[in-house]
């Protein structure tokens, strides 16, 4: 699986992307997804080779409460839009990874429903941790609306195999797996072992939130897990003007890099913007340590036009960090321009440098706001300086590279 090591993966999340109702009770359906092939070429032309989707699967509202995992969205679509995004992607080189949740499903799931209405003897009841004295499923970490798989099963593991296998089947590279820390290992390594008898190339994506990473992977099987713990570092230590956490998380990371593959990023569905939470040159800054070290980097769809947005814990609080997109990219703001030329440059750099992806880092000077690290690979070096949020990026012999 040589390609993973020159991915660069544009994340869209596409119920927002698409401009596709979240909450509307019986929203008509509409081929929505198919206002992504007015992008790919701005996703080739950024540098990135792959798309990293969210959730296009039937859902009740955000995505994440999936109601049938064999079917397109209808807010999106139908299979004949999916099968053309995907022949779209392959005739210009990008790969392509879906988001799947089987932590949970949402709470109207048919098949669950059923189950609380027949009882146990249901076809497909035994897929779910319900609790029968209460005739209640269990839940996905108090959210009411959704409810939890039985990983302990034989049908939850059937199922989630099935449904792996089918969209591998119809043309993508792979998987992120939804919550994947809240799952017994044990059960991914499992799926993934009988997915990849068909489908041996195939790449997983865990999301992990904290924890033992490379622990994690061996016991799971993935390929590659969320990098939260850079994540923060990166934002934080630029906020709070203290460059100690971010080396210490970069030695951290050092120790991961030859275990398991971490796929790293400054922004998802899930966080507020990195414009917003250190401003415009911030977001630079960032970006620059993003792009110069180890790992697989993700670019969220709108960060590399500057966008901004607050993710609040309330109903729709989501709503401001997964906004739709123009219908093409000749319909987005002027004022995107020079942080999407930053990130041309940085991908580029990173693409003439390809051993970055497995690269290790060295602190050469370190105070609170001025930061020097060394990232090594094959016999190479890069030497990134920070001061605040200004960056140069060194070759070898002290040339500048590119500054910000």
């Known amino acids: 699986m040589g390609w993973i090591e020159h991915a660069v993966w544009w994340h869209v999340y596409p119920l927002g992307f698409c401009g596709a109702p979240i909450r509307e009770e019986d929203p008509a359906p509409a081929p929505r997804l198919r206002r992504l092939l007015h992008w790919l070429d701005y996703a080739i032309e950024l540098g990135t080779n792959g798309l990293l989707l969210g959730p296009v699967f039937t859902a009740g509202t955000h995505g994440y409460d999936t109601l049938d995992h064999f079917a397109i969205d209808p807010r999106l679509g139908n299979a004949d839009d999916f099968d053309e995004l995907i022949a779209a992607c392959r005739a210009r080189g990008l790969r392509v990874v879906l988001d799947g949740v089987f932590s949970h499903v949402g709470r109207s799931h048919p098949d669950l429903v059923r189950a609380l209405r027949e009882g146990r003897g249901a076809p497909g009841a035994g897929r779910f941790d319900i609790d029968w004295e209460r005739r209640e499923p269990r839940v996905f970490e108090g959210h009411d609306g959704l409810a939890r798989l039985d990983h302990r099963s034989e049908e939850a593991l059937d199922y989630t195999t099935a449904v792996l296998t089918h ?11 939804d919550a994947a820390y809240s799952v017994d290992p044990a059960f991914w390594r499992e799926a993934l072992g009988r997915t990849r008898e068909r489908h041996p190339g195939a790449w997983f994506l865990a999301e992990v939130i904290h924890g033992d990473y490379g622990a ?6 993935v390929d590659a897990v969320t990098q939260y713990e850079l ?8 906020a709070d003007r203290n460059f100690y956490e971010l080396d210490w998380s970069l030695r951290r990371h050092d120790r991961y890099v030859g275990d398991v593959g971490l796929n790293t990023f400054v922004g998802n569905h899930d966080v507020t913007r990195i414009a917003t939470t250190v401003g415009p040159d911030g977001a630079l800054a960032a970006l620059a340590v993003l792009l110069t070290v180890g790992g697989v980097p993700s670019i969220y769809y709108g960060d ?3 966008f901004t947005g607050v993710k609040e814990e309330r109903l729709g609080g989501d709503d401001a960090v997964r906004p739709a997109f123009p219908d093409e990219p000749a319909q987005l703001a002027p004022w ?7 990130h041309q440059d940085l991908i580029g750099l990173r693409r003439r440098h390809p051993w970055l ?3 290790t880092t060295e602190a050469l000077t370190l ?11 094959g016999g190479e070096h890069l030497d990134v300086a920070l001061a605040g949020t200004d960056v140069r990026i060194l070759d070898a012999d002290g040339g500048v590279l590119w500054h910000s």
């Open 167 to 177: 969209w591998l089947d119809r043309g993508i590279d792979g998987w992120r797996l």
């Open 367 to 377: 105070t609170n706001t001025e930061y020097t690290y060394r990232v090594s690979g």
């Open 336 to 342: 995107g321009e020079r942080l999407h030329r930053a």
């Open 231 to 238: 994540w923060k570092a990166i934002w934080s230590s630029l």
């Open 357 to 359: 992806h497995s690269a």
């Open 304 to 306: 590399e036009q500057g």
């Open 216 to 221: 994690f992977a061996k016991a799971s099987g």
